[in-house]
């Protein structure tokens, strides 16, 4: 493909449902990044997919928040009883090994209303 | 504990001059930093990556410098124009005690360029 593509690209949930945001990296990229930025904030890391390698889930703020990769594809980033301070912009970016650049997608803006 | 700063987070600087930002880490010993932008509404777009061993890469208007002893990384914009007002972002990968290394972010330096 292109580039990193996310969808949706806006999340309009209301407080305690679950949303499901979907990844699709660009093909033969081997890692796989998950990303929050809170509005005017930084990128916080979530979690990092590297091949067949166990995730590093260390960033996952709470464990209402999962993902899931399938292979060196699709990635899904699962968030349950969303609550109010995980409005932000999703990002996903995935690069050819681990020391090469990353490629970001639009991200996916969530409001948890 | 491992920390990344970037100088300031915003930097106002006069067209054609050169806008100079900088990343300073502390408990990594990072192989290589990486420097993005981000324009408002979007996701970082890769700039330049400087390896431990490197002591400067260049790239058009663009320098970075990598600075192991000073754990630090000069970012220039030579001959700067309105249209590289953005947030340019550090990045470099930190051992995150999972097993891996995973590509760690500062907090940003948003640069207006006056024209």
């Known amino acids: 493909g292109a580039g990193v593509s996310q969808s949706p690209s806006n999340k309009v949930t209301e407080k305690g449902k679950d949303v499901e945001l979907r990844c699709d990296p660009i093909s033969g990229h081997t890692a796989l990044y998950w990303y929050r930025q809170r509005l005017g904030q930084g990128l916080e890391f979530l979690i990092y997919?590297?091949?067949?390698?166990?995730?590093?889930k260390s960033g996952l703020p709470s464990d209402r928040f999962s993902a899931e990769r399938t292979g060196e594809s699709v990635s899904t980033l699962t968030i349950q009883r969303t609550q109010q301070e995980d409005s932000a912009v999703y990002l996903c970016?995935?690069?050819?090994?681990?020391?090469?650049?990353?490629?970001f997608g639009q991200g996916t803006r969530l409001t948890v209303v | 504990s491992q920390k990344i700063e970037q100088n300031s987070e915003a930097l106002n600087i006069q067209e054609g001059k050169t806008a100079t930002l900088t990343c300073n880490y502390t408990n990594y010993s990072p192989a290589y930093l990486q420097w993005y932008r981000q324009d408002p509404g979007r996701g970082p777009v890769f700039l330049l990556l400087?390896?431990?061993?490197?002591k400067e890469k260049r790239k058009e208007r663009l320098k970075v410098t990598f600075d192991t002893t000073l754990k630090q990384s000069l970012f220039h914009i030579t001959a700067s124009q309105p249209a590289d007002s953005a947030t340019y972002l550090c990045a470099l990968p930190a051992y995150s005690g999972a097993g891996s290394y995973q590509l760690t972010f500062g907090k940003g330096t948003k640069l207006s360029v006056i024209p």
């Open positions: 970016a995935s690069s050819l090994y681990t020391n090469t650049e990353a490629f």
């Open positions: 997919f590297q091949g067949n390698s166990a995730p590093d």
């Open positions: 400087i390896r431990e061993n490197e």
